[in-house]
């Protein structure tokens, strides 16, 4: 079994920064693509940062020079670096990985638990 871990979320002032890690855990061959989406009330959940199947990055224009997307590989991990926090990036980060994992090396998508940034002075 696969399991994504977020930590980091909480509360921070606007003009603030947080960082979100993600480590992904289990029967792991390979990470196809991992990255963050969000979701906040009343809205569809939304891409913020990704790493793509090539490796390349991939930003919601909104996030654009506020946040950065990095990852450890040895460690299944991605981190997202938020600075210049406002009000609207309120929401719940969720983290998302295509991976392949156990002995057939089955491509399985998963989605973290979620944890929850609120941007509020």
């Known amino acids: 079994q696969v399991q994504l871990v977020e930590s980091g979320g909480g509360l921070v002032q606007p003009g603030g920064s947080l960082r979100l890690s993600c480590a992904a855990s289990g029967s792991i061959f390979s990470i196809i693509a991992m990255g963050w989406y969000r979701q906040a009330p009343g809205r569809q959940r939304e891409l913020v940062a990704t790493f793509t199947s090539g490796g390349s990055t991939n930003y919601a224009d909104s996030v654009k020079g506020r946040f950065t997307i990095s990852r450890d590989n040895a460690k299944n991990t991605v981190y997202l670096q938020m600075n210049s926090l406002k009000p609207e990036d309120t929401a719940v980060y969720y983290c998302?990985?295509?991976?392949?994992?156990?002995?057939?090396?089955?491509?399985?998508?998963?989605w973290g638990q979620g944890t929850q940034v609120t941007v509020s002075s």
């Open positions: 998302n990985s295509q991976l392949r994992h156990g002995v057939l090396l089955r491509e399985a998508n998963y």
